[in-house]
């Protein structure tokens, strides 16, 4: 029973059973066998070394060995963003958010938004992919596609909540002045490659959003988006 | 004469001619025309709005119109790093960093380097790109892929100099906490997929340079250099 070097990814740990992607790539990519020892993490924060007890093509059961006690990073920073009409790009901010251990992530549909159409679903194999081979312990939220107008219109509680745009605006502070407290709930808003338009601007700071500059470079969304998590990275 | 949109990169702007490339540009897939105006940049801060005066399928010469004074961030941050196997991952940190201003880049070649060979030329294209989209006006200084322990025995002048990497080391400090002057010259080595050797750190720590941790996270290669430009940019 050698030490494992492959992490497997399953949200209920209690069921004991990797789902058919994890229990394929673990039997016929990395061709692990019964009384292999694996480490399987479920996304919230918990790891546990196990063993393969039992396989079919389609699934594996696996008998937990020990509890791994770890500190894992999850930064409590929600990015709201409009996708990238490339995915690769779209998915490169995914993979580097994670890596970073972002709390969540809503894709945003804007007015000047390229890409009309986002599946959570396959955003999500980038986010389980990033975070196995991470090291990290929690796997960002990730929701279905979401209406601008409908997102801002909804209640976040305590949670500070910041619009970044590239429109000339003296009320614009910088992002990483805006941290105060420890541990404190923080949403920002990162528009498409078009910037979001004057009016969205204005809703959102009716709706109580503060402007924010990332910098004075001209960012690609994903980068602006990168960036903004670092931000927040840094204050941990 | 339209308003220029697009941008053209030119080495040695009083040689008021584009290479091949950006002319077959101009030319053939933007299809400009004689007379039709253009934004040229050096690279090197400069940057003037131009008349195309003739042009040809190799080449195309072009009249100044005028000099715009733009300020533009160039952060005094070396990043020497050891190029990721994947050359998408490498690309990326190259766009990124060119959006964010950053000076110079030096591709190593280290004991644990997926990647033995690394073209500049390639390299310099990406950068060139990102440079004419993200609208800043400096080219990273990026050189030819140098060996380690050649490029760590080099004379830096007063330029401070650090090395990021993941062994436990308690002489380790935050890379955040390593600016104490504005414009001051820094320089940080970041490893490959395998990271630094031991024997590589101890070398680089006899030279001078001082061990850094860029946060708490496992971090790809490609995201610790943009997370090492990013907190060299927020001083800026």
């Known amino acids: 029973m050698n030490k494992s070097k492959h992490t497997f990814f399953c949200p209920d740990l209690d069921s004991g059973t990797l789902d058919e992607v994890e229990a394929g790539h673990a039997m016929r990519v990395l061709r692990l066998q019964v009384g292999d020892q694996i480490t399987v993490i479920n996304g919230n924060g918990r790891k546990l070394t196990a063993t393969i007890l039992e396989s079919t093509k389609k699934s594996l059961t696996f008998k937990p060995i020990q509890e791994m006690a770890e500190e894992a990073i999850k930064i409590p920073l929600h990015i709201a963003i409009a996708p990238t009409k490339s995915n690769d790009r779209f ?3 995914l ?3 994670t890596e970073m251990g972002l709390s969540a992530i809503t894709p945003l549909k804007t007015s000047n938004s390229e890409r009309k159409v ?3 679903e396959k955003g999500v ?3 389980v992919s990033a975070l196995k081979q991470s090291g990290n312990l929690y796997l960002p939220d990730l929701t279905e596609q979401i209406n601008f107008k409908e997102f801002i219109n909804q209640e976040f509680g305590a949670t500070k909540k910041f619009i970044a745009h590239c429109e000339n605006d003296p009320s614009k502070v910088n992002f990483k002045d ?3 407290e420890k541990n404190e709930d923080i949403l920002i808003l990162i528009g498409p490659e078009g910037d979001f338009t004057q009016e969205e601007i204005n809703l959102a700071k009716e709706k109580g959003f503060t402007p924010v500059s990332l910098g004075n470079s001209r960012l690609r969304t994903e980068t602006a988006g990168i960036i903004a998590c670092h931000t927040a990275y840094l204050q941990y």
Do not use: G, P, Y
């Open 95 to 97: 993979e580097k958010c």
């Open 125 to 127: 194999k980038t986010l």
């Open 178 to 180: 805006c941290f105060t």
């Open 118 to 120: 986002f599946k959570a």
């Open 91 to 93: 998915n490169f901010f």
